[in-house]
């Protein structure tokens, strides 16, 4: 008896510190719950940072090339060389990877066959592509922030002997410049590796390899996604 009573005299004075430890326990797990803001409607922890879209536009100029492949002769080589303007609609804070939507229209400058020009016969020919790919952005010390992707392409082009559908992948790289708080120089390059069958030509002038590169000079006006850092204070 006196063992037992020893021991219940022993968890009694014991009792108050484990009290003790929960409520600390207790009270810092309350006050972790304040320091978040929940959202009343979802109930799950309010979005700090809330994406958002900004919009780039600019010149553009782009070079196509699609090859038939001969075998007891040279390749025949059809390149076209255009320029245009751009449009670009693109999301911020969006996790993990941002997105980019660019909408161009160009007018052909020259067509050459083997390198030969060819003279024009339509005046009101034009092009436009679309390009959607995600972003991976980074930065270098703030100065200059870098834009990789990976997406897809698609280009309509209404030439002199053909319409022409291409569709393929498209790979994009490009350099933010932060010239002053809301204005952002963009330098922009992508290329693609199409299937240049989907036109008019697929019967009589099918190709065996469809690319094309772009260049953009662009710029953005944003007061949404001002420029902590810039050039111009």
């Known amino acids: 008896m006196k063992i037992l009573y020893s021991v219940l005299m022993f968890l009694f004075i014991l009792s108050p510190v484990f009290s003790d430890e929960t409520e ?13 803001l ?7 922890p309010l979005i700090q940072e809330k994406p958002y879209i900004v919009f ?18 040279s390749n025949f080589v059809f390149t ?27 007018y052909p400058i020259s067509h050459k066959f083997n390198k030969v020009p060819q003279a024009k016969k339509n005046m009101l020919n034009f092009a436009f592509d679309l390009v959607a790919a995600p972003l991976l952005q980074m ?39 932060p010239v002053a708080k809301r204005w952002t120089i963009l330098l922009n390059g992508n290329g693609s590796w199409d299937f240049g069958n989907l036109g008019t030509n697929r019967d009589m002038e099918p190709y065996d390899s469809v690319w094309q ?6 710029v953005r006006y944003s007061r949404k996604s001002e420029n902590k850092y810039s050039y111009i204070h």
């Not at 929940?38 to 799950?44: L, N, P, R, V, Y």
Request: aromatic share 14%.
């Open 56 to 73: 780039n536009e600019g010149l553009t100029t782009a070079w196509v090339t699609r090859i038939i492949k001969k075998e007891n002769r």
């Open 139 to 177: 930065n270098m010390w703030e100065y200059v922030r870098i834009n990789l992707g990976l997406g897809l392409h698609f280009l309509y082009q209404m030439g002199d002997r053909w319409n022409y559908i291409n569709l393929g992948a498209a790979c994009l790289a490009g350099v933010e410049l």
């Open 24 to 36: 600390v326990v207790q009270d810092d797990h309350i006050t972790f719950d304040e320091n978040l």
């Open 80 to 106: 076209d060389f255009m320029a245009g303007a751009y449009f670009a609609i693109e999301t911020k804070n969006m996790q993990p990877l941002d997105s980019i939507i660019r909408f161009s229209v160009y």
């Open 38 to 44: 929940i959202d009343d409607k979802t109930g799950f």
């Open 213 to 218: 590169y772009q260049l953009d000079l662009g």
